[in-house]
Structures are given as C-alpha cells and as structure tokens.
T-cell receptor, first 114, second 113 residues
Framework: DTEVTQTPKHLVMGMTNKKSLKCEQH?????MYWYKQKAKKPPELMFV???????INESVPSRFSPECPNSSLLNLHLHALQPEDSALYLC?????????????FGSGTQLSVL | EDKVVQSPLSLVVHEGDTVTLNCSYE??????LLWYKQEKKAPTFLFML????IEKKSGRLSSILDKKELFSILNITATQTGDSAVYLC?????????????FGQGTILTVHP
C-alpha cells in the first residue's frame, strides 16, 4: 500500500461548526504533515508530526487542532473557522522527518467555510 | 526568507511538443530540490535533485540542477495529453532539522491533442 488516504474529499461547514479531517497511511512512515493550499497557490506547511509527536507548528491559528492518535493516522480538528480558511487541505507522509525525505501526498480535502 | 519562482506560470502546447519548465530559488543553506506533478488534487513525486549537473531521468521526463546559478529545469519530451497538470518545484533548506519544503507557485501545463 503506497497511498495516503484522506477523508472526506469534500467538506462544507459553517463558521460555528466543529468538524475533523482524517488522514491515513500504511507505509510505515513515521512523519506526517498537514499542508494548506489555496486556489492557484502553492501548498503551505501547517504542522509536522514525527513519531506521533507534534514537531512543527507553523504559527497556525488555534482554530486548527492537529492530532496523531497512532503512527498511521493523522487528524485535523476544525472549530470556528473563517471563510478565508476555505482551501484544499493536503496530508503527506514520509519515512522519517528529515532533510532527505520525499513526501507522499494524499488527494486532499476540499474545504468550504460558509 | 526562502523564495522559489517558477516560469512560465502557464504553458499550452500540442501533443508531441517538447517543453522546458524552469525553477529558480533563493534559499539559505540549500539541501535539495524536488519536482512534483499535481493532477486534480494529489501532488505526485517526480524527482529529487541534490547534486549539480547530474541529470535525473524517468521515461520522457528529465531534470537537472545548477547549484551555481540557483535553478533547475524539468524537460518533458513528446508530450501527451496525460502530461497536463500543475508542475510544482519545491526546495528544501538544511538550516533546520526538519528541512522545510518551500514550494513555487507552479506551472500549469496544458497539452492539446
């Protein structure tokens, strides 16, 4: 299995809702990432988990809350989002967090905040 | 601040044409440069380059890095409609332990039959 699977593929939520994005990989990778990609823009790093511990938070607002329950699973909990948070949220994984690693991306969750 | 600039921003060609995509960068403590193909949603890894002047090839795609002039090119020969995608260049800096990837804005390639 060489895939990173993200669910749901599409999500529409109101500004008062609480929702979660899910990411799963079974490649034995120990580093997992959340990226945010606005339309026609490059992906921007949000969070990095290494061995299930939060390693990097790129100054992301607290309305985004990541969680890594085990080595295969990464969640992104969403609460009180703003319309400007509408974007494609990409999950990625790599064997380890390091300088020579290739990232494998999922197909993303297209999020719309109304 | 690390910077990655790709050109052209978009390109329209016909099947069979050869295209060259450019990526220039300004990064403190350069470590590697990666190319990804993004069709619809998921970026797919193409190449990782760390050494200057060594060409990487995969079928009709090839890429080379020039660390002196701070750029890389991605060549696609005999293009096919399936090559239509956004091509992303990303550069990794070695200044931190995790090697953050900084992406360029991408080149949108459209290949017409």
């Amino acid at each position: 299995d060489t895939e990173v699977t993200q669910t749901p593929k599409h999500l529409v939520m109101g500004m008062t809702n609480k929702k979660s994005l899910k990411c799963e990989q079974h490649m034995g990778h120990r580093a997992m990432y959340w990226y945010k990609q606005k339309a026609k823009k490059p992906p921007e790093l949000m969070f990095v988990y290494s061995y299930e511990k939060l390693s990097i938070n790129e100054s992301v607002p607290s309305r985004f809350s990541p969680e890594c329950p085990n080595s295969s699973l990464l969640n992104l909990h969403l609460h009180a989002l703003q319309p400007e948070d509408s974007a494609l949220y990409l999950c990625a994984s790599s064997p380890r967090q390091g300088l020579d690693e290739k990232l494998f991306f999922g197909s993303g969750t297209q999020l719309s905040v109304l | 601040e690390d910077k990655v600039v790709q050109s052209p921003l978009s390109l329209v060609v016909h099947e069979g044409d050869t295209v060259t995509l450019n990526c220039s960068y300004e990064v403190t403590n350069f470590r590697s440069l990666l190319w990804y193909k993004q069709e619809k949603k998921a970026p797919t890894f193409l190449f990782m380059l760390t050494s200057s002047g060594i060409e990487k090839k995969s079928g009709r795609l090839s890429s080379i890095l020039d660390k002196k002039e701070l750029f890389s090119i991605l060549n696609i020969t005999a293009t096919q409609t399936g090559d239509s995608a956004v091509y992303l260049c990303a550069v990794r800096a070695g200044g931190t332990s995790y090697g953050k990837l900084t992406f360029g804005q991408g080149t949108i390639l459209t290949v017409h039959p």
